[in-house]
């Protein structure tokens, strides 16, 4: 998350980027442990055997975990598969899914388009998902 995507991310999140890396406040799980590679039209998928072989151990060393955020469509495939029939529904559902877990579209600068049409985002989900960090983080 150290480029343009983790600025909006943390942008969305209304935390500081020390915040951010703060062990004691965020564990970052990413899909993959490496680097897929560049494909037409962005990154590579997360190599399939990834996820399999290192989320569960990593995930049950974890002792208070109190918001679970599934970040972009490769996650919501991998830990809410078939609840939803696109990320825009998995993403409109964060009242029910708060003070859990939640789902956002990637950050990233392609997704702009999805942004103008989903302008309700900025305008409701954000600032659910704010509070809820804030009441976390004590901010």
């Not at 680097?35 to 151990?57: F, I, M, N, V």
């Not at 305008?123 to 804030?134: E, N, T, Y």
Request: charged content about 25%; proline content about 10%.
């Amino acid at each position: 998350w150290d480029d343009r995507s983790g600025d909006r991310l943390r942008e969305w999140l209304g935390i500081t980027r020390e915040q951010f890396y703060d062990p004691k406040l965020f564990a970052h799980v990413p899909m993959g442990f490496c680097y897929p590679g560049k494909g037409t039209s962005g990154d590579l998928p997360p190599r399939p055997e990834c996820a399999p072989q290192w989320h569960r151990p990593l995930l049950n060393t974890l002792r208070k975990i109190e918001l679970t955020m599934y970040i972009g469509k490769y996650a919501l495939d991998r830990y809410l598969p078939g609840e939803y029939a696109s990320i825009t529904d998995a993403v409109r559902a964060f009242e029910g899914l708060l003070p859990i877990r939640i789902v956002l579209p990637h950050p990233s600068p392609r997704n702009n388009i999805w942004l103008k049409k989903n302008a309700w985002f900025e305008k409701r989900a954000l600032p659910a998902l704010q509070a809820r960090i804030a009441d976390m983080t004590n901010g």
